[in-house]
């Protein structure tokens, strides 16, 4: 091992990534980079803590942030120990298997009990993206021009029994995850409803306190519900899913009803701190006015 990776392997982050680029994993799957999610990561990292983010492989990266990456992150067996933040499994299985890692949150319980390894109590839970108000807080005063949008997973977006679905609901409006990332949570927060068969569809609504709903629309979604019960573990929920037909038919009808998440504010400070990372002035600002509006 060189000595600049020896350096990334067993100096401090707060040093080493204010000096140089946090070397960020990004998705394995080359057709998935461009969505939402994953657009997501450098953006909330470089926008928070004021850092300089450059994509990695996983086999060479200093940080995982966001996304259903662990699987590939083990069978990489990346050796310089990366920091693991909000991240989580994809599919259901056994305890981690790979290289040692240093787990500071993932994305719910699930993940925890696979990856925590007796450390579960010093692991935050959370997926970063709880914090998407915080990168965009002019969006949280957008005005609303949709009273239903469905964002479909980059794998649903040309499913043929949603396009039927949405012939018959004309009103609806479609999100494509694919867009950049600022113009996809804008479109979410302009929305008065969230139907969503992505994750960070999700997550996206509840952060700018849109009511939001799980709804699958295809079985090509890898993991199935894996990663959705994973991410309502972290706030102590169940939530069913909404199947196609009769998720729009009660949004365009007014018949969907939602509660914010338990414990939001909560997983939102415990995100915060557990990066090895200050977070910046700006959004130190933004998070008190959200604690004290709160």
């Known amino acids: 091992m060189s000595l600049k990776s020896q350096v990334r392997r067993w100096g401090p982050p707060t040093g080493v990534w204010r000096t140089g680029a946090v070397r960020l994993g990004s998705a394995a799957v080359p057709a998935a980079r461009g969505n939402f999610g ?10 928070i803590f004021g850092v300089q983010v450059k994509a990695a492989s996983l086999a060479n990266c200093d940080l995982m942030a966001q996304g259903s990456l662990l699987e590939w992150l083990q069978e990489e067996r990346n050796p310089l120990r990366p920091h693991v933040w909000g ?22 319980q699930l993940s925890r009990e696979r ?3 007796g450390r579960a109590a010093k692991v935050a839970l959370g997926d970063p993206g709880i914090l998407l108000d915080l990168v965009y807080p002019d969006l949280l005063s957008i005005p609303k021009r949709y009273d239903v949008s469905v964002v479909p997973h980059f794998v649903d977006f040309d499913d043929a029994d949603l396009r039927a679905a949405l012939r018959r609901h004309p009103q609806v409006h479609v999100v494509d995850v694919m867009a950049p990332a600022r113009q996809v949570a804008a479109e979410i927060a302009a929305s008065r409803l969230v139907l969503s068969s992505s994750l960070h569809g999700l997550i996206a609504a509840e952060a700018f306190g849109v009511p939001g709903h799980w709804m ?35 949004a365009c009808a007014g018949r969907l009803r939602s509660e914010p998440l338990p414990r939001w504010q ?15 002035q700006a959004t130190r ?9 709160a």
């Open 216 to 250: 699958p629309i295809s079985g090509r979604v890898t993991g199935g519900g894996y990663k959705y019960a994973d991410y309502y573990s972290a706030f102590g929920v169940e939530v069913a899913p909404l199947a196609l037909d009769e998720g729009l038919a009660r």
């Open 285 to 293: 600002r933004r998070w008190a006015g959200v604690t004290t509006s």
């Open 38 to 47: 994953d657009q997501l990561a450098p953006i909330v990292v470089s926008t």
């Open 115 to 117: 990856l925590a390894a």
């Open 266 to 280: 909560e997983r939102r400070r415990e995100l915060l701190a557990a990066v090895p990372l200050r977070p910046t």
């Open 87 to 108: 991240t989580g499994f994809i599919e259901d299985g056994g305890a981690w298997s790979g290289a040692p890692l240093r787990v500071h949150a993932v994305r719910g």
